[in-house]
């Protein structure tokens, strides 16, 4: 399967890819994480995204489609993949659908993950990620044993930088001006399906899991 999360900052996408990728064996490919881990090993990508993603604007849309180039045509996702933060815009949807249609392939599914604005702050300034694995907590709703290290490894988890109520209403803004429209090119399509993302994790996977069957 090839599918598509969109959804704004905090709505649940990175909570159940790793649900979906296990199910299906596809591989996960977030432009977010992806870009983080460049400006963490301070690559010329990285150098170059680090001040717009602090400011929570959207980075340029060649930055991302020539790595999500790159990644599709690795023989790991020839299966299929889950896209997780991308596309962020119609112009990067266009130009994946190109890229699709040279491999004579297609998008099987959007998961849209509807979520009211007002159920985000929290979620985000809850929020704390263990890096390596892209396992991610939080304070009040998923709790680690240990407070400030991860489960698995015992390993310190973080808090993103652009992880403030500040940041988030750029996010926001962002996702409703150049993201939802994203969400109609593809309704025309007629292959989004709606997710009810404000439910706890547990019912959003049933729902996900309906969505795919
Ligand atoms: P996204 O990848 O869409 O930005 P995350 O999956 O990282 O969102 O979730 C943001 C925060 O909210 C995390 O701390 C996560 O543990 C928590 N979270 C995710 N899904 C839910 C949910 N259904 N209900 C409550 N909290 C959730
Ligand atoms: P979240 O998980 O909170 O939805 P992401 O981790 O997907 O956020 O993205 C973090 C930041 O990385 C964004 O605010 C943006 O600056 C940049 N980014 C990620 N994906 C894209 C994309 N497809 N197009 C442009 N910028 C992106
Ligand atoms: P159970 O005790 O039934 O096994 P869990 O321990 O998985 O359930 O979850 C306990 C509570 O925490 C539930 O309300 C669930 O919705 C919430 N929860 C579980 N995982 C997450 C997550 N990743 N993000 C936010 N909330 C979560």
């Known amino acids: 399967k090839r599918l598509i ?21 596809l591989c996960h490919l977030a432009t977010g994480d992806m870009l983080r881990a460049a400006v963490a090993a301070k690559t010329p990508l990285g150098i170059k995204a680090k001040e717009t993603m602090e400011k929570g604007e959207l980075v340029s849309d060649d930055l991302v489609v020539g790595i999500i180039d790159e990644a599709i045509k690795k023989p790991s996702c020839q299966k299929g993949f889950i896209l997780d933060g991308f596309p962020r815009t119609v112009a990067q949807a266009e130009k994946l659908d190109e890229m699709l249609g040279k491999q004579g392939t297609k998008i099987d599914k959007v998961l849209n993950f509807a979520i009211d604005d007002a159920i985000l702050e929290e979620r985000i300034t809850g929020r704390w990620i263990h890096p390596p694995s892209g396992r991610t907590y939080h304070t009040k709703f998923a709790p680690p044993k240990t407070p400030g290290l991860d489960d698995v490894t015992g390993e310190p988890l973080i808090q993103r930088k652009d ?27 007629g292959n989004v399906a709606q997710l009810h993302a404000e439910k706890p994790p547990k019912e959003v996977t049933a729902e996900v899991q309906k969505a795919l069957a």
Do not use: M, N, W
Request: proline content about 8%; hydrophobic content about 25%; glycine content about 8%.
């Open 5 to 25: 999360l969109i959804g704004p900052p905090g709505s649940g996408k990175g909570t159940q890819s790793p649900l979906i990728k296990d199910e299906y064996c």
């Open 163 to 189: 992880d403030t109520a500040e940041v988030l209403k750029s996010r926001l803004e962002a996702f409703h001006r150049q993201t939802a429209p994203v969400i109609d090119y593809y309704s025309k399509k």
